[in-house]
């Protein structure tokens, strides 16, 4: 039965590696025996990480902006001198942007989208090749894209682009779960409250009204996000392609839990 769930000798990409909830996913593969290549827009950021992950196991760290066509292709180039074939690309890189409606900047629209929808799909076409060589017949290679619960729910947050591009996020899965298969299964983790740096702020502010989204009663933990991209990496999840797996608490399956001044609402968790 551990086989089933090993991940043992795969090689991953962890796109956003390098804090919040891609660290989580690195740190989870890495102690399951994965090596792991991550990526962060900065430079320090990555050599950071690399440094504390390094402890782990065996990882590789990149600087590339990911809502650029160019720096995508120029991260598989670096990951192709290290390895020909990758097992497992998690597509985690992401950003938000909030604003009041009348004040939305396209900017801050461009820039969420860049990122979380057309990184996505270029990250994906690219590793293709590498993805198609580590496949065999009854352990496909996997691609996880990781959405948020803000894809189904209307955020607490006024976070428009960022709630959209997940929603593109969880159908361009789909999508691609048909292109791929056989031989690629491509599903997506939607993570409801996780305290992340992102979510910081607003843990600060509104712990009790977001620990309450769940039915938990609390945010989720690194071993709570590892574990579920570790199941879709898995040869547990060989008959699973085009998935939207909640790592929630339930907030988006059976309601938050209602709590003063709750809203009833999703919230921005990737």
Not at 23 to 43: D, P, T
Not at 138 to 161: C, E, G, H, K, Q
Not at 223 to 242: C, H, K, M, P, Q
Not at 244 to 270: F, H, I, Q, Y
Request: with cysteine; aromatic share 6%.
């Amino acid at each position: 039965m551990q086989q089933l769930f090993s991940v043992q000798g795969k090689k991953a990409v962890v796109t956003g590696g390098t804090r919040g909830i891609g660290y989580m996913i690195a740190e989870g593969l890495l102690k399951a025996g994965a090596e792991v290549f991550i990526s962060s827009r900065k430079a320090d950021s990555c050599d950071e990480a690399a440094r504390e992950l390094g402890k782990i196991g065996r990882v590789h760290a990149f600087a590339r902006d990911l809502s650029q066509e160019s720096e995508c292709r120029l991260l598989v180039e670096q990951i192709a001198e290290h390895t020909d074939t990758i097992d497992i690309l998690v597509n985690n890189a992401g950003a938000t942007w909030g604003a009041p409606l009348e004040d939305y900047p396209d900017a801050g629209w461009d820039r969420v989208m860049d990122l979380n929808v057309k990184g996505v799909f270029n990250m994906t076409r690219f590793l293709r090749p590498m993805l198609d060589k580590a496949a065999v017949p009854d352990d496909p290679a996997r691609v996880i894209n990781i959405s948020s619960i803000d894809a189904t729910m209307v955020p607490l947050f006024p976070s428009f682009a960022y709630s959209a591009s997940k929603a593109a996020v969880n159908h361009l899965t789909a999508h691609l779960a048909a292109e791929l298969a056989p031989t690629i299964l491509v599903n997506a983790v939607a993570p409801g409250p996780f305290h992340t740096e992102m979510l910081d702020a607003a843990m600060q502010s509104h712990g009790d009204e977001i620990r309450g989204l769940t039915r938990v009663g609390r945010t989720g933990s690194p071993e709570d996000i590892a574990g579920a991209v570790i199941y879709l990496s898995s040869r547990a999840s060989t008959f699973v392609t085009g998935a939207v797996l909640p790592v929630d608490g339930g907030a988006s399956t059976t309601g938050p839990v209602r709590v003063p001044g709750n809203r009833n609402t999703g919230l921005a968790a990737s």
